[in-house]
């Protein structure tokens, strides 16, 4: 992978973010809730809590928010708050994290080209790990 780690195979004593530069694009973008947050912002435009919340319905209102602070936080999201009663909020996906649309298409048209590989690797795995384990018990 260019960018990661020592073109020789040498053990690197530096930092992981040092060895390979995308870990804090990694860390920021793709946890578990954040993908799908700003997959759901992007495609179904701003969104108040509770719509988002039913686009991405595993969610728990509690890590929702959470995800929702840290995202407008590092500037990937906008939160308006509108002053009526009663209060509303609505959230969108900012400039910045509009710059991340093209990394998500690459990964999604990725997925749609190579999932039925590795989803072939994992069985093809699987059933030599079984062989080797029958073939080790007798």
């Known amino acids: 992978m260019r960018g ?13 973010d040092q060895v390979c530069p995308i870990n804090p694009v990694v860390d920021l973008v793709f946890s578990r809730w954040t993908t799908p947050i700003l997959w759901a912002l992007e495609h179904h435009g701003r ?7 039913r686009l991405v ?3 728990t209102p509690k890590v929702l928010t959470q995800r929702l602070r840290r995202l407008e936080r590092d500037g990937l999201v906008v939160r308006t708050y509108h002053a009526e009663i009663p ?7 900012s400039d910045l994290g509009r710059t991340l649309v093209p990394v998500f298409d690459t990964l999604a048209g990725w997925s749609t080209a190579h999932l039925p590989q590795v989803e072939a690797a994992r069985r093809a795995y699987d059933t ?7 073939w080790a018990q007798g």
């Open 4 to 16: 990661c780690g020592d073109e020789r195979g040498r053990t690197v004593t530096e930092s992981p």
């Open 47 to 53: 969104l108040r809590f509770n719509e988002l919340q």
């Open 57 to 59: 319905p595993a969610i």
């Open 87 to 93: 209060p509303r909020v609505e959230y969108e996906v």
């Open 128 to 134: 030599a790990r079984e062989e080797e384990e029958a």
